[in-house]
């Protein structure tokens, strides 16, 4: 099982992004997945997550914000980051959860930065 995150970087402030997880190894349109990110010095947090039938749902804070998408033919979730703030900055982290069949899995993040 792989997750692999991708799209992180530096952007200004204002700028956005574009998130990609890739998995392999699951049955990906089984599995909701969900998005997290860790601030430095900071505990994770919820981002967003989508479920296997694509009902989405975001922390309040992100609302209007970020959008989570996914594509099951290419077992990928997606992220979009429009007007980013540097509070955004973190590692950002894909999880992939098959709910009531105790499989659940991370990937190993990707830095987004955002300088103000």
């Given at each position: 099982v792989r997750l692999v995150e991708s799209g992180g970087g530096?952007?200004?402030a204002g700028g956005s992004l574009r998130l990609s997880c890739a998995a392999?190894?699951?049955f990906f349109s089984m599995h909701t997945m969900t998005w997290y990110r860790q601030a430095p010095g900071k505990q994770r947090e919820f981002v967003a997550r989508i479920g296997n039938g694509g009902s989405t749902f975001y922390a309040d804070s992100l609302?209007?914000?970020?959008t989570i998408s996914r594509d099951n033919a290419k077992n990928t979730v997606y992220?979009?980051?429009n007007s980013l703030?540097?509070?955004d900055t973190a590692v950002?982290?894909?999880n992939a959860e098959w709910v009531g069949?105790?499989?659940n899995y991370w990937g190993e993040g990707t830095l987004?930065?955002?300088?103000?």
């Open positions: 530096l952007v200004q392999s190894g699951i609302k209007g914000r970020f992220l979009q980051m703030k540097p509070e950002y982290y894909c069949h105790g499989m987004v930065t955002v300088s103000s």
